[in-house]
C-alpha cells in the first residue's frame, strides 16, 4: 500500500484512549455513566481543579453526545497539561461533532502536539503532509512524524522513512537552513525508520523495505532480505506481499531452485544500523538505538 493510502485513513478516536505521551501523568478513564453519586463527585472535583476528573467528567460528556460540555471539561485538563484532553478536543472537530469556525481543530492538534501525544504529532505530520506545495511543508511533516517516532510509534517510524524517501526534485537550501539539513532526502536514513517500523510488526513497513532490499534503496540488495521481509508481510495480511509471494504461476523448476537457495540460508530479516553520519543524540535518537 502506498503511504498516502495510509495517510487517508483517519485516526480513530478510539486510539486516543490508548497509552500515549501526556505532558502531564495519563489519566485513567473511568466509566462513571451508570453512578448518579459518581457523576456528581466527579463534577466536584473537576470544579476544584482536579484534572483526571475534569479529563473523566469530558469523557463523561461525550459518551452521552454532549460534545460543547465535553470541550469544556476537556479544554480545563488541557489547559493542565493534558495532552489526550487536548487531542479529544481536536478529533471532535475532525469528526464534525462541533462546528470549526476559526481553525480549532489545528489548534488543539498543536497543542497535543507540542505537549508530546505521538497520535496528535502523526495527524499534525499529516496535515502538512497533505498540504504541501514545497518541501517546507515536507519538513514540517517528517519534524513531527519524527516526534511520534522517537516514542516507538510504528506508523511514525514508518511515515518518517517514506518521507526521507520522497522524490523531491532539484533540493536546495540555505546553509542555515536546519529543517532541510535535518530532513533532506536519504535513502539509507529511510531504510533505517521503516525497518524500525517493520520489526515493530508494521505490515506497510515490511512490504516497503522488502522492495527497498530488492532495488537496494539505502540498504545492499538482497533477494533473500527481500523474500524474508515479503513474508513477513504476507503473514500480516498485506496484499501486495501475498500476491508477490504467490508463486503458482512460476515454472516448478524455478521455484525448485528458488527454494534450494532459500534452504541453505540461515539468515533471518535484519535491519539496517543508523547511519553513521546521523548524529545519534539528536531527538533523542541514542534511545531508538537503545530500545
Not at 111 to 137: T, V
Not at 260 to 274: F, G, H, I, N, W
Request: hydrophobic content about 40%.
Amino acid at each position: 500500500m502506498h503511504p498516502l493510502a495510509l495517510l487517508a485513513a483517519p485516526l480513530l478516536l478510539v486510539c486516543a484512549l490508548a497509552a500515549q505521551a501526556d505532558a502531564s501523568p495519563p489519566c485513567p478513564v473511568n466509566d462513571i455513566a451508570d453512578d448518579p453519586h459518581g457523576v456528581g463527585v466527579v463534577r466536584d472535583k473537576a470544579e476544584s481543579g482536579d484534572l483526571c476528573a475534569q479529563f473523566n467528567l469530558g469523557y463523561y460528556h461525550y459518551t452521552h453526545q454532549s460534545y460543547e460540555a465535553a470541550e469544556r471539561m476537556y479544554a480545563l485538563a488541557a489547559d493542565q497539561g493534558n495532552a489526550r484532553a487536548a487531542f479529544e478536543i481536536a478529533m471532535m472537530y475532525r469528526d464534525n461533532l462541533l462546528e470549526d469556525n476559526a481553525g480549532q481543530r489545528r489548534q488543539w492538534l498543536e497543542k497535543s502536539a507540542a505537549l508530546g501525544a505521538d497520535l496528535a504529532q502523526i495527524e499534525l505530520g499529516i496535515d502538512h503532509w497533505e498540504q504541501r506545495e514545497n518541501n517546507d511543508q515536507l519538513y514540517q511533516a517528517m519534524h513531527w512524524f519524527e516526534q511520534a517516532a522517537i516514542q516507538g510509534n510504528t506508523q511514525g517510524q514508518y511515515l518518517l522513512g517514506e518521507g526521507y524517501w520522497v522524490d523531491r526534485g532539484i533540493e536546495g537550501f540555505a546553509a542555515d537552513d536546519q529543517l532541510a539539513i535535518r530532513y533532506g532526502g536519504n535513502d539509507e536514513l529511510g531504510a533505517y525508520w521503516v525497518c524500525k517500523a517493520a520489526e515493530q510488526g508494521n505490515a506497510d513497513a515490511q512490504f516497503a523495505i522488502s522492495e527497498a532490499y530488492s532495488i537496494g534503496r539505502g540498504v545492499p540488495a538482497s533477494s533473500i532480505q527481500r523474500h524474508l521481509w515479503l513474508t513477513k508481510a504476507g503473514e500480516n495480511g498485506h496484499e501486495e506481499a501475498l500476491t508477490w509471494l504467490d508463486e503458482s504461476g512460476t515454472a516448478w523448476y524455478t521455484r525448485l531452485e528458488t527454494w534450494a537457495k532459500r534452504q541453505m540460508s540461515d539468515e533471518v530479516a535484519t535491519c539496517p544500523a543508523l547511519p553513521s553520519k546521523q548524529e545519534s543524540d539528536e531527538a533523542g535518537l541514542t534511545a531508538i538505538e537503545a530500545s
